[in-house]
Nanobody, 126 residues
Framework: QVQLIESGGGLVQAGGSLRLSCAAS????????MGWFRQATGKEREFVAV????????ANADSVKGRFTISRDNAKNTVYLQMNSLEPEDTAVYYC???????????????????WGQGTQVTVSS
């Protein structure tokens, strides 16, 4: 089991930026596919972005393309989500997740990930 701890959430005005971080335990971080998901009040958890292994493969949800960037630093066991041009609709609890199986099957679905962080709140005011 991978332990994940998110940080970096907060309150920001529309148009502003935040960078979320997710620190992972374990010595094989580079083997994990890392994803960011979010859950707004009253809604289901949804995919935001994913990055695989050494960062050669990335994908974003359509709703955040051009605004959010996922990256990772395997030397620091950390994955990041840089969020720019934030909108009120981005308000949610953001979770990072780790997928330890070495394939890209289901990487945009919550069921593919076996380890989750506790979440960090992002609130965007209009």
């Amino acid at each position: 089991q991978v332990q994940l701890i998110e940080s970096g959430g907060g309150l920001v005005q529309a148009g502003g930026s935040l960078r979320l971080s997710c620190a992972a335990s374990g010595r094989t971080f580079s083997d994990y596919i890392m994803g960011w998901f979010r859950q707004a009040t009253g809604k289901e958890r949804e995919f935001v972005a994913v990055i695989a292994w050494t960062g050669g493969f990335k994908a974003n949800a359509d709703s955040v393309k051009g605004r959010f960037t996922i990256s990772r630093d395997n030397a620091k066991n950390t994955v990041y989500l840089q969020m720019n041009s934030l909108e009120p609709e981005d308000t949610a609890v953001y979770y990072c997740a780790a997928k330890t199986s070495k394939n890209l099957v289901g990487i945009t679905t919550t069921g593919a990930y076996g380890s989750w962080g506790q979440g960090t709140q992002v609130t965007v005011s209009s």
